[in-house]
Structure formats: structure tokens, C-alpha cells
């Protein structure tokens, strides 16, 4: 935890940002609660636990935590195929203790090999995914619910015809005008929100709500047909009592944990929910304006944690979430306190504030959502890439379509196998150099040799003709592998009984091959 003197120094920017992250975390919650077939307040449970306890435990400073659109289909198929919920808790559960056991391994050094290009990919198609699945949502057509990410669904819809079908006869005056007001509000602040004065602390979300409430109570006076109703209002299950309310959690039933089929789904929960921690973690540092360091080992221990809490009381799994720690860094979250407080706020609105809540359009929301996805989607972050190279810029935009057409892991994968063909390309450039004056030859490799490099090598040495004098130069490698070092070693011993003159400047491991001169220490082989 921070320190009291550095969460009050951090409070003045922090308290308006965990009420933005509040606001966004809100439907999301709910609606990864519906799309994956369990109660709606699950979802919640999962939004305040990964705000409060994941929050406190982890040493991100900007990561946001909670339920998952990434999980949906993987929670949705558990609870049709387990006896009761009570059952999948108690997977979502022992996928924390299972997550504490990654963290121990060192696990969370994985995300350290995405390459930077594929993760600017991942925010970026969340960005675009943001705009595209918020706009039926903006004009009044919420068949879909919040939070949900995939591209198509079993029914056959796909993204873009959602939002064809949305523009096409389905739109709601009442919801398209919020919007609009909403995005042009939002727009405006971030262009004339002033640098000094308390003014510069009033989150623009937060204003967007009240135009949402407000705006819709005016409707109502004025041009009542228009006005919304609860189908295009969010719902946040109400209790009529405190006794009520502390019914909607509830405990894993312990009798199963010998089930074989709970442990695969807390081993399947636990792999996933860990590497889409690692990947948002990753992204959220690289966006961080402070670019501090995230310890990932350390992040998987807090995410077990928060899963071994939200499970023991009903929740879903918790993973950190790209969108809400977004949404924290433009809202100018400086600390995790940020992070504590938007899951206390999610806590007490439920508990006190069910009713109000309840009156805030999805429109309004969707406009602050879609706003979030133009600020991780700008198209300077594309031009930026394509000036850097093509080894940059496709791996992005290669990235950006296979999450836009699959889903974020998935996506993710593919980004790194095109990441990786990259790099592979270019250590494929020539690494070995050659030069001669009659009989004198230098052969230099001009940096590291690995496996990739035997042919190129081998193509060398086979240039140097007999009686010829030639010079072996590592000393610009620190590692040369066996396979190159055989090589070498093939060459000199041939050398011999070809009349060949060979000097090797650095250490290839076969210190007694015969006609090494003076070979040159501090490089090391294996």
C-alpha cells in the first residue's frame, strides 16, 4: 500500500479519476455479468474486488482490474457444464491459488517477450473495438450487451452488422441526442479544460452522466415519447434491505473440489486470466506518463488473490482490464489510489444508490467509451509506426485486425508470430563480412551468431581458397553457439590440409584446435 503522505499528495487527481473508472466500470460489469450467463451482480462483485483488493495487493500504480470480456466465453460454457454457480465460484476460487503458483515460478516474465509494436497493437484495437460495439449503443440499440468484445456470435451477427442494423431503422432519438451532446461535451473539455483552478479536477465522464440524467429528465417534459426507459437505462440489481442485499453474495460449494471438471476450469480460468493480466499490465505501463515498471510476478500474485476473494463471494474472475486502466490514465490517475477507490465507490453505489444509478442513459455511457477508444486509436499512433519502419507498422496493423476479427488473445498471438518473423528476418540480414588483398583474408562476424547464421558462415569460409592466409574476428560478438563454434572449429582442423593460415581473434570454447593464435578472452560461448 502507499504511504498516507503519498496517497494524500496524489488525492487531488486520484479521487476525480476513480469516479471516471467508477462510471466506465459500471455497465461493463454488468454487462460481462449477462454475456456470460451469471447473475449481474457478479459482475460487480468482480469490479469492487478488483478495485479494492486487487488494487491494495498490486504494485501497478494505473492498472484497473475486474471481470473480463476476454473470459465470457470460457465463464459462460463453465457454468452450463457445472452442477451450479456455487460450483463455478469455487473454480474461479482455486484459479486465484492456482495464479499464486504462477506467480512463484516466475511466471510473469512472459510479457516481457510481447514486442512493443503488437502491445500499441492490443490498445489500438481496443481503441477501434471501443467505437465500433459503443455506437449501436450511442443510438439506442442495446441488443448487445456492454462489455462484450468479440467480433461475431453464434447467432451469425458480427460487428459491423450490428452496427448496420443499428443505423438502419433502429435508432432512438432520445439516446442519439445524449450521445452526440455527450461526445461533443467531451471533445470541448478536453480542448478548453483549464490548466489551473478546480475546475481542472471535474472529470468531463462525470458531467457527461449528469447531461445523460438530466438531459433525459428534460425529454420527459419536453417531448415525452423520446424519453428513455429502463431497457435503455442501466440496471443495477436493487435490494429492498440490507438482508437483501448481503443475499446477493454468496460461497463456493467445497464439496465439488475433488471434481475433476472444476479443477480443469480453474487451471483453464487460471492460464487465461493470467496472460491477459500480463498483456494489459504491459500495455498500461507502456502508456504510463511516468513509464514506471510494473513487477509482473508481483501482479500475478495480486490477480490470484483477487480471485480467491471474488470467488468466495460470488464473483466472477477478475483480470486486469485494458479499458478501465485506460480510462484511469486519460482521467490523470497518478497512484493505485485511483484503482482502491473506484472499487469502494462501485460498493457504495450499489449498496446505497441503486436507484440513481439506474437512471443513467447507456448512451451517455457509450459516449464516454467511445471517446476512451479515439484516444487509444488516434491516427498519429499509426503514422508514428509507419515512420519507424515496416518492421513496426505491420506487426500493428497485423495485430489491430486479428483482435478486431477474433478476439484479444487470439489476436495477440498472431501479432506475435508476425512480431517474431520480423525479427527473425532481420537477423537473416548478412552478419558476416568478408574482405581479401591477394592472399590475405578477414572474415568478421559483425554480431552475435546463432543457429540462423550456420549457412551464411559456412558460404564464408568456403569462399577462402588453399594457401590462403586467413583471420577469424569474433571480437564484436558476446556469444557465438555451438553450432557456428563446430564451424569454426571444422574449418580449422581442415585448414591443416588445405595449407590455410588461420588466426581467430576471440574464444571459441576449442582452446586446443590446432592454429588458433592468441585467441582473445572475455567472450563468452556455450
Known amino acids: 500500500m502507499p504511504s498516507s503522505k503519498s496517497l494524500l499528495a496524489t488525492a487531488r487527481t486520484d479521487v476525480p479519476a476513480s469516479i471516471v473508472v467508477a462510471l466506465v466500470a459500471l455497465p461493463l460489469c454488468l454487462g460481462v455479468a449477462l454475456a456470460s450467463g451469471a447473475p449481474l451482480f457478479s459482475g460487480v462483485i468482480a469490479g469492487i474486488v478488483g478495485g479494492i483488493v486487487v488494487g491494495a495487493l498490486s504494485r501497478s500504480s494505473l492498472s484497473v482490474s475486474g471481470p ?24 474461479v476460487m482455486l484459479a486465484g491459488v492456482l495464479q499464486l503458483g504462477f506467480s512463484f515460478t516466475k511466471a510473469g516474465i512472459l510479457a516481457e517477450f ?48 450490428r452496427i448496420a442494423e443499428s443505423l438502419t431503422g433502429s435508432i432512438t432519438p432520445g439516446a442519439t441526442i445524449i450521445a452526440l451532446v455527450s461526445l461533443a461535451f467531451l471533445f470541448w473539455w478536453d480542448a478548453a479544460r483549464p490548466n489551473k483552478g478546480p475546475l481542472r479536477f471535474v472529470p468531463g465522464p462525470l458531467v457527461v452522466v449528469l447531461i445523460g440524467v438530466f438531459g433525459n429528465a428534460l425529454l420527459g417534459a419536453v417531448k415525452p415519447e423520446w424519453q428513455l426507459t429502463a431497457k435503455h437505462l442501466v440496471q443495477v440489481p436493487r435490494a429492498a434491505n440490507p438482508s437483501e442485499f448481503i443475499a446477493l453474495f454468496s460461497l463456493p460449494d467445497f464439496t465439488a473440489i475433488g471434481t475433476g471438471a472444476v479443477w480443469s476450469t480453474a487451471a483453464t480460468l487460471a492460464i487465461v486470466a493470467s496472460l491477459e493480466s500480463l498483456l494489459s499490465v504491459k500495455a498500461v505501463d507502456e502508456i504510463d506518463p511516468k513509464r514506471r515498471t510494473t513487477d509482473k510476478n508481483w501482479e500475478l500474485m495480486a490477480q490470484g488473490g483477487g480471485n480467491i476473494v471474488s470467488g468466495l463471494i460470488g464473483g466472477l474472475p477478475v483480470t486486469s482490464v485494458i479499458v478501465r486502466s485506460s480510462a484511469n490514465v486519460d482521467a490523470g490517475a497518478d497512484s493505485k489510489l485511483s484503482t482502491i477507490l473506484h472499487g469502494t465507490w462501485l460498493l457504495l453505489s450499489v449498496a446505497l444508490i441503486p436507484a440513481i444509478l439506474n437512471l443513467i442513459p447507456l448512451s451517455a455511457l457509450a459516449a464516454v467509451l467511445i471517446a476512451t477508444g479515439y484516444k487509444l486509436t488516434k491516427p498519429k499512433l499509426y503514422i508514428a509506426r509507419f515512420k519507424q519502419g515496416w518492421t513496426q507498422f505491420v506487426p500493428l496493423v497485423v495485430t489491430v485486425v486479428a483482435i478486431l476479427f477474433t478476439d484479444l488473445l487470439e489476436g495477440i498471438m ?15 540480414r548478412t552478419a558476416i563480412t568478408v574482405a581479401h588483398d591477394g592472399d590475405d583474408w578477414l572474415i568478421r562476424a559483425r554480431r552475435n551468431l546463432y543457429f540462423i547464421h550456420k549457412y551464411e558462415l559456412q558460404k564464408r569460409l568456403g569462399l577462402v581458397p588453399d594457401g590462403a592466409n586467413v583471420m577469424i574476428d569474433l571480437t564484436s560478438t558476446s556469444y557465438v553457439d555451438l553450432d557456428n563454434i563446430d564451424i569454426i572449429n571444422a574449418f580449422i582442423k581442415n585448414a591443416h590440409y588445405r595449407g590455410i593460415g588461420v588466426v581467430v581473434r576471440g574464444d571459441i570454447a576449442d582452446r586446443s584446435a590446432p592454429l588458433i593464435d592468441a585467441p582473445v578472452s572475455g567472450v563468452r560461448l556455450v
Do not use: C, W
Not at 69 to 83: D, F, H, M, Q
Not at 116 to 121: D, N
Not at 146 to 154: C, K, M, P, Y
Not at 414 to 428: D, L, S
Open 414 to 428: 498472431i501479432g506475435m508470430v508476425v512480431g517474431f518473423v520480423f525479427v527473425i528476418g532481420r537477423n537473416f
Open 114 to 161: 510481447v514486442p512493443s509494436s503488437v502491445i500499441t497493437g492490443m490498445l489500438a484495437a481496443i481503441g477501434l473495438i471501443l467505437i465500433l460495439k459503443q455506437i449501436p449503443h450511442a443510438v439506442g440499440f442495446d441488443a448487445e450487451a456492454e462489455g462484450i468484445f468479440e467480433f461475431s456470435t453464434e447467432a451469425g451477427v458480427n460487428t459491423f452488422s
Open 68 to 91: 473480463a470480456a476476454g473470459l465470457t466465453v470460457i465463464v459462460l460454457t463453465a457454468i452450463e457444464s457445472l452442477p451450479s454457480y456455487q460450483v463455478f465460484t469455487l473454480a
